[in-house]
């Protein structure tokens, strides 16, 4: 029923941006802007919708709190699998979704995808990134692996535009269980002649709520404390269970 309504509600903002707003304006909404964390958060479903341009093509993006991210490499030592290797890039969307009514090789070229962050595959052109060894021409498959790990975990997904008689668009994102806290930018960009001709920029902001809420400040805002407080519980834990196994 709830999920019946937000349709019903969206199907008629559709109806009321069409006859309202005129073409050349950039106009798009979100059927939320707030997405709760809860201790059974299992994804969120946001609903992206707005009006497309004539001789136009529309892309939309969606991108995280940019973050330090790492990703390693195993190798064996002695027999034992251990990580030897890692690179950390630096200022990198801890999230990205993608929706366009184009092919984006098709509508811009590679230096405007990589100087705004358009394209997963160039993603981590120019950008900083710290390494405990030397590249031996495999610079690319890192950067590759790395995608690909992100692309695994929902994190960077493409989802579908679709559009309804050349004048409206509409794309339904799916924030994965593990999304995190904070900002996420969603920005949509109309193109022509594979140049930006205009774009508008909305926000989605993530939070925990509830007692997972009250235990994510805590771990953040005294990390130490709360280092301590997981240890002695893990040791009382340990006490527990030890105690219970031997009287069984």
């Known amino acids: 029923m709830i999920m019946l309504y937000k349709y019903f ?13 005129k073409a050349e304006e950039v106009y798009f909404d979100l059927s939320e802007d707030n997405i709760e964390i809860k201790t059974d958060f299992d994804g969120k479903e946001i609903i992206i919708f707005g ?40 200022k ?11 092919k984006i090789n098709e509508i811009l070229p590679n230096s405007i995808q990589i ?14 990134f710290d390494q405990n060894f030397i590249f031996e021409n495999d610079q690319t498959t890192w950067n590759e ?15 579908e535009m679709k559009i309804f ?30 140049t930006i001709m205009n774009k508008d920029q909305k926000e989605i902001i993530v939070k925990k709520t509830g007692i997972g809420s009250d235990i994510y400040e805590f771990a953040k805002d005294r990390a130490a404390t709360y280092g301590v407080f997981v240890i002695i519980f893990s ?13 069984a």
């Not at 969606?62 to 330090?68: F, V």
């Not at 100087?115 to 900083?128: A, P, R, V, Y």
């Not at 790990?149 to 997904?157: A, M, P």
């Not at 806290?181 to 960009?189: A, E, K, L, T, W």
């Open 9 to 21: 509600v969206l199907f008629f903002s559709i109806i009321f941006i069409f006859f309202s707003v």
């Open 51 to 90: 009006l497309l341009k004539d001789e136009h093509d529309t892309l939309l993006t969606i991108k995280g709190p940019p973050s330090k991210m790492k990703i390693q490499k195993k190798e064996r030592y002695f027999g034992v699998w251990i990580n030897n290797k890692q690179i950390t890039y630096s």
């Open 92 to 102: 990198i969307p801890t999230l990205f979704f993608l929706s366009s009514s184009s």
């Open 115 to 128: 100087n705004d962050d358009l394209n997963f595959d160039k993603i981590l052109n120019n950008k900083t």
């Open 145 to 159: 692996n790395f995608v690909r790990i992100k692309k695994k975990q929902l994190f960077y997904k493409q989802f």
């Open 165 to 194: 008689k050349d004048k409206l668009f509409q794309t339904s994102v799916f924030f994965p269980p593990n999304t995190i806290p904070g900002i996420y930018n969603v920005d949509i960009y109309y193109i022509k002649n594979k």
């Open 235 to 247: 040791i009382l834990s340990g006490l527990i269970a030890a105690t219970l196994f031997r009287r």
